[in-house]
């Protein structure tokens, strides 16, 4: 089994646009990260009361991390603020690739172009590791992000997502 | 992790099919499965030549993992079946299924249920509370699948993706 992790993500991704810092999670930002993902967790419709920084810690800076993650935040107002997240799974259909599992800008920064820069670093860690693809699901009815997704990639298509619980 | 993808054979019924985690002596046989499958659906980039495949499957960072589902004749193990899954986040740990392939001679045989066994048994392994598939609803026998095989489903999904090319232009300087 492999060990690791392998995969070097470049720990700052700078992109100094009003002040917009977009970065690798490390472990000391997870319970801040954890409110961002809380408020995620909720506008998909998923529980939130099992999420906890040990599991978040667990699973992304483990032996083997289930996901790749990076942070918006902003200096503005001196101290730094954490005001969106990107987080995404690897994937092989055929050749490797991305997930975009979660996408969220905090509501007061929205349209300010963070989700864009978050974007950039995940695109950016998917042509480094040699991925063809990155992809991900929205809500048919989130208009707000599905103009923002429409800008940048393609529409494949409606599709259904299927769960078989095993535990 | 290494124990959790241990134990090769979890299946062996009357009907002499086994189905086992993929070894690295596999890749032939599951470069030639993979080739099928992209005859039935539209791939538009592969990485399928065995190199590429040793390193996402054997090298030290594992892109795939998956299970073989395989019957004797004759002597000869003959390779009949694949499923391939990520690990996959949805907040909490998911084993993401991208791949399920029966060869049509092998269908309907319980193969396929075999194989998604299998999965089930890694996912538990893993500590994953769920096994997760999309399903494109043009497929209507993955559709067929799905309203049979899942606890739920999440309609009013829809998906985006970016190649190579979408990803440079997002990230050319403006």
């Given at each position: 089994m492999a060990t690791g992790p392998?995969?070097?993500?470049?720990t700052f991704l700078e992109f100094h646009d009003n002040d917009i810092i977009v970065r690798s999670w490390k472990v000391e930002d997870l319970p801040t990260v954890l409110v961002l993902c809380k408020k995620f967790a909720v506008t998909q419709n998923m529980p939130t009361k099992f999420m906890t920084t040990k599991k978040l810690a667990e699973d992304g800076?483990?032996?083997?991390?289930w996901f790749h993650s990076w942070l918006a935040e902003t200096t503005t107002s001196g101290e730094p603020i954490t005001i969106g997240f990107a987080m995404v799974s690897l994937s092989w259909d055929m050749c490797r690739g991305l997930v975009l599992e979660g996408l969220y800008t905090d509501e007061n920064w929205r349209k300010k172009g963070v989700a864009r820069k978050l974007v950039k670093a995940v695109a950016e860690f998917a042509l480094e590791n040699s991925c063809k693809y990155i992809k991900w699901m929205s809500l048919k009815d989130n208009d707000n992000a599905n103009s923002f997704y429409n800008k940048i990639a393609k529409l494949y298509g409606p599709v259904n997502e299927c769960y078989v619980k095993v535990t | 992790m290494a124990s959790a993808l241990?134990?090769?054979?979890l299946k062996k019924d009357n009907s002499n099919i086994v189905i086992r985690k993929w070894e690295e002596s596999d890749l032939e046989n599951m470069s030639k499965l993979l080739r099928k499958v992209t005859e039935t659906q539209d791939y538009?980039?592969?990485?399928?030549?065995i190199e590429s495949l040793r390193k996402d499957m054997?090298?030290?960072?594992?892109w795939l993992y998956g299970y073989l589902a395989e019957v004797v004749i004759q002597g000869e193990a003959v390779s009949i079946g694949i499923a391939v899954a990520n690990l996959s986040y949805n907040l909490s740990r998911v084993l993401s299924i991208t791949i399920l392939y029966i060869l049509p001679d092998w269908r309907n045989k319980g193969v396929g249920r075999g194989l998604l066994d299998a999965m089930k048994q890694f996912a538990i392994s893993l500590k994953c509370k769920f096994i997760h598939w999309t399903d494109e609803y043009k497929n209507t026998i993955v559709t067929n699948i799905s309203k049979k095989k899942a606890d739920y489903t999440q309609p009013h999904w829809i998906m985006y993706t970016m190649n190579e090319a979408d990803m440079e232009k997002l990230l050319k300087p403006s």
């Open positions: 392998v995969i070097e993500d470049k800076f483990g032996e083997h991390p | 241990e134990g090769q054979y538009p980039e592969q990485c399928l030549d054997f090298g030290t960072q594992v």
